[in-house]
């Protein structure tokens, strides 16, 4: 983070918009915003209380789009979430109740509370922006993006997400808890009233939707591609490493670098960036072998171990 010296003054807007509620967590508001950018998704994992769902409620609200929460729970059902066709007699025909997935934000709050099936319902939309209700297609209206949250320290009654959903988010993040200091600042800020209520729009949605069209032009130089290449590679051969990052792993840290430059007032990607986005878009991806868990090791010391290990691209090819 500390080498974001030129932060896109608009985007800075919204941090700064966004810290007036979410004290003390910068990386992960910059981190959703990026995913935002690249058209992704983002998985929240860490202990009740620590402001998951305020920082997708600020976000949404910072950029004047709408924000649905979709509460999981073991009895809710796929048209709970994509929506159901309901018969009206006096038009005698069926019309389309949409169902909170037709939102801009999504808060999926308690993501692993529900069933695989319900899970999946979210698949379609995460993944081809769009939802099938009795067999017709909505597409959905950009931006959209899915914000889960998930405890990770109760696992009576839940649902393990499985890898091929997990992969379709581009980040996984740990919001963590504050600083002492941060925490004093909390509880001034709480002291009245709520600070969500508090904060206005700094951006409307086609301002959002031009800038992640214009994410696509961000230049990504042919040995950043090779280094995206080298490092997810090195996931699948890892001796501690059962399954590595899949292909899906390479684009989506290939377009999170690019959101990210352009973040940072840069319309090319360094390698910086892909340092700093490796650990928050490729372990989730992957599956240590049963005696590396033993050990007590995580894929994200692996990541870590991997990044070491990598040679950093010091020149640029002379592709244009």
């Not at 961000?218 to 997810?232: A, P």
């Amino acid at each position: 983070m500390d080498y974001i010296d030129n932060m896109h003054p608009d985007l800075e807007q919204v941090i700064n918009n966004m810290e007036k509620v979410m004290v003390g967590k910068r990386e992960a508001a910059v981190l959703c915003l990026t995913a935002l950018l690249a058209e992704g998704h983002v998985l929240l994992e860490d202990v009740p209380g620590v402001g998951k769902t305020m920082m997708v409620r600020s976000l949404a609200k910072s950029l004047g789009v709408s924000f649905k929460r979709i509460q999981f729970t073991p009895d809710l059902l796929p048209s709970d979430v994509t929506g159901v066709s309901i018969f009206n007699p006096q038009a005698l025909e069926f019309e389309y109740r949409p169902g909170p997935i037709m939102g801009n934000i999504i808060l999926a709050d308690e993501i692993n509370r529900t069933s695989p099936k319900t899970q999946a319902a979210l698949l379609e939309g995460m993944e081809e922006g769009s939802v099938t209700v009795d067999g017709v297609t909505k597409m959905l209206e950009r931006p959209f993006m899915v914000m889960a949250t998930q405890n990770p320290i109760e696992y009576e009654g839940t649902y393990p997400l499985p890898e091929a959903q997990l992969d379709r988010f581009l980040f996984k993040l740990k919001m963590g808890y504050p600083s002492p200091s941060d925490e004093m600042k909390v509880l001034s800020m709480a002291e009245k009233n709520r600070p969500i209520y508090d904060i206005h729009p700094v951006m409307d949605r086609e301002e959002l939707v031009r800038m992640q069209d214009s994410i696509k032009g961000v230049f990504v130089d042919e040995t950043i591609k090779r280094y995206i290449v080298e490092i997810v590679s090195k996931t699948r051969k890892h001796p501690s490493v059962y399954l590595g990052a899949s292909p899906r792993g390479s684009i989506a840290l290939m377009k999170a670098a690019q959101a990210f430059a352009f973040i940072s007032g840069r319309d090319y990607v360094i390698p910086d960036d892909i340092q700093f986005l490796s650990p928050y878009a490729l372990p989730h991806r992957m599956i240590l072998k049963s005696e590396a868990r033993f050990e007590g090791r995580t894929s994200e010391d692996l990541v870590q171990d991997i990044l070491k290990r990598t040679p950093v691209p010091v020149q640029r090819s002379m592709t244009p």
